[in-house]
């Protein structure tokens, strides 16, 4: 299955404090993703192999530096593969999308040459359960997360309508030693073809059916609206063309358009907090 690709140990991680309003991880650990972006992009590389799984053909990166030794996913993933355009670019957008967003629930993830061929790097994380796992498995979630766990999916959505993401699944939606959502593989994001700037993913009339976000961080839609072509731009760099940031910018009103037709309905208490 091509999205169950990280497994091994990431320290940014391991324990559990408070975490943002929005995201699923420390303030102190995004603190420290500045040295794990340039850990990725700067660590000798002393072992890789074959995930063995994927249509995106990842493979594993062990990486050194000093006496910190970690576990990176590669991809490259371009073109048209099984009937879907893929992108290795699109991990590393999604990423600082998340970013500037304040979601925090992409692991840190660069760009990297890996045999002589450019891809993405992302850092692996310690997986507890895939959301798939815990389905099948019939795995009791912790009731004190449960909430979180609701808030989560609707962001997810939200956040997945936005970049026009066509491939979230179950598998792709990973739960940490903390319970925390983290998510994964995104190379089929950033669409921008008409019926994706038409027509969000999720919501009343989505691509994907009528699943809803039905509440939502006050914070993060104000960021939603903060969105222009020049910020997104600043924060992608060249992993995104004019067409697809203008894709996100047409996205976004419909997305705005929707939470503003659902505070109508049920009033802004029950749907922004």
Partial sequence: MRQKILLGLFLFFLTFHVYTANGQFTSEEIAQRSQWE????????????????????PIWLTLK???????????N??????????????E?????????????????????????????????????????????KNIEFPKEMIDNKSDRKYITRAFDCLIGNEDRTQQNILFNTSWRIILID??????ST?????????????????????????????????LTPDKIQEAVGSYLTKKEINAIIARKELLLKEIEEMIKEKGEDKVLY
Avoid at 106 to 127: E, H, Y
Avoid at 186 to 191: A, G, T
Wanted: charged share 30%; glycine share 10%.
């Fill in 186 to 191: 995104h190379s089929r994001s950033f669409r």
């Fill in 77 to 90: 993933p371009k073109g048209i593969q099984q009937g879907f355009l893929e992108g290795w670019q699109y």
């Fill in 194 to 226: 008409k019926m994706f700037t038409e027509q969000l993913m999720y919501g009343k009339n989505g691509i994907k059916g009528a699943l809803l976000f039905r509440r939502l961080p006050r914070s993060f839609v104000e960021k939603i609206k903060a």
């Fill in 65 to 75: 530096k000093g006496d910190v030794v970690r576990k990176a996913v590669w991809k």
């Fill in 38 to 57: 340039d850990f990725l992009k700067t660590a000798e590389i002393i072992e890789f192999k074959d995930v063995g799984e994927g249509v995106t053909k």
């Fill in 92 to 136: 590393i957008a999604a990423y600082e999308m998340d970013k500037l967003l304040e979601l925090n629930m992409i692991p840190p993830t660069v760009g990297r040459t890996f045999g002589k061929k450019k891809g993405s790097l992302q850092l692996a994380i310690d997986k507890l359960y895939s959301e798939l796992e815990i389905m099948d």
